[in-house]
């Protein structure tokens, strides 16, 4: 199995950055392709915010996102990021890491198989 845990949530201004991390850990870790963020606030799907391939070479990132957000990842420490630049206040969500054994970017929750436990991030205006 594989094991995924976010941190670096928290409260925030409009403008503000946070960085999110994602650790991975499981004996079958190894086996984990691309990497992904979504997010999801109350009574809403969860929606598609970045992913972020193997040896990071291969990333694509959600419209509402592009420009202001960066994902990466260090393979050596079985952690992805997500970098969050001039926050906005429908930026506020429920921010979930995400992987799936296979090479390919998706945007679909049904095509991961590991989510971690989500942290809270909340951009005041």
């Known amino acids: 199995q594989v094991q995924l845990v976010e941190s670096g949530g928290g409260l925030v201004h409009t403008g503000d950055s946070l960085r999110l991390s994602c650790a991975g850990s499981?004996?079958?870790?190894?086996?984990?392709?691309?990497m992904g963020w979504f997010r999801q606030v109350p009574e809403k799907e969860r929606e598609f915010v970045a992913a972020?391939?193997?040896?990071?070479?291969?990333?694509y990132y959600a419209d509402s996102v592009k420009g202001r957000f960066t994902i990466s990842r260090d393979n050596a420490k079985n952690t992805v990021y997500l970098q969050m630049d001039t926050l906005k206040p429908e930026d506020t969500a429920v921010y979930y890491c995400?992987?799936?054994?296979?090479?390919?970017?998706?945007?679909?929750?049904?095509?991961?198989?590991?989510w971690g436990q989500g942290t809270q991030v909340t951009v005041s205006s």
């Open positions: 995400t992987a799936r054994a296979s090479l390919g970017l998706r945007v679909r929750t049904s095509d991961y198989a590991y």
């Open positions: 499981g004996r079958t870790f190894s086996s984990v392709g691309s």
């Open positions: 972020i391939g193997w040896t990071g070479g291969t990333i």
